[in-house]
């Protein structure tokens, strides 16, 4: 099983700062990487496929880039609507699996 | 627009059986894979299982091989996460969600307690 690992656990950025979130596979998973956002009581959303392809209605603040095994999620200028867990997600090799999860708080 | 809508909130005893679903709109719901993700209380996201509408053909996580079935009826749009006896650890949300790709149901909570 491929193991996604996340960091930091916790992030702490002031509004209108950039955040870069990572996550690490174990091994290769091509491009086949999606971030989803989580905010509390609410269903996951999709942020990011294919590494770096933004879902419909996703602002452009935020990005993704990498592929292999290394991966980042970066928010350009964050937003108080941002602050909230973010999980990845490798859909290469089954079973498919997530990290564990970073949690972006307000500095 | 792609929209995956699960059924409703269910509270169970130890020992029953469940069914939920899932009702996929806005794609070709038999031709592409769609799956079950765990959410417990407090905790992270876990992918159950996938089902590929089309022909059936599904996988399970090992975590949950044997304990939850996964199926599908392509003629009415639908995935379906069933339980033969639930235990009290079974209690958690429920999504359903498409793998890499956009759609997801906005859940169903699960209870189990005596």
């Known amino acids: 099983e491929i193991v996604m690992t996340q960091s930091p656990a916790t992030l702490s950025v002031s509004p209108g700062e950039r955040a870069t979130l990572s996550c690490r596979a174990s091994q290769s998973v091509s491009s086949n990487l999606a971030w989803y956002q989580q905010k509390p009581g609410q269903a996951p959303r999709l942020l990011i496929y294919g590494a770096s392809t933004r879902a419909t209605g996703i602002p452009a603040r935020f990005s993704g880039s990498g592929s292999g095994t290394e991966f980042t999620l970066t928010i350009s200028s964050l937003q108080s609507e941002d602050f909230a867990v973010y999980y990845c997600q490798q859909y290469n090799n089954w079973p498919y699996s997530f990290g564990q999860g970073t949690k972006l708080e307000i500095k | 627009e792609v929209q995956l809508v699960q059924s409703g909130a269910e509270v169970k005893k130890p020992g029953e059986s469940l069914k939920i679903s899932c009702k996929g709109s806005g794609y070709s719901f038999s031709s592409n894979w769609i799956g079950w993700v765990r959410q417990m209380p407090g905790k992270g996201l876990e992918w159950m299982g996938t089902?590929?509408?089309?022909?059936?053909?599904?996988r399970y996580s090992p975590s949950f091989q044997g304990q939850v079935t996964i199926s599908a009826d392509k003629s009415i749009s639908t995935a379906y996460l069933q339980w033969s006896s639930l235990k009290a650890s079974d209690s958690a949300m429920y999504y359903c969600a498409r793998p890499g790709a956009p759609g997801w149901g906005q859940g169903t909570l699960v209870t189990v307690s005596s």
């Open positions: 089902i590929y509408p089309g022909d059936s053909e599904t």
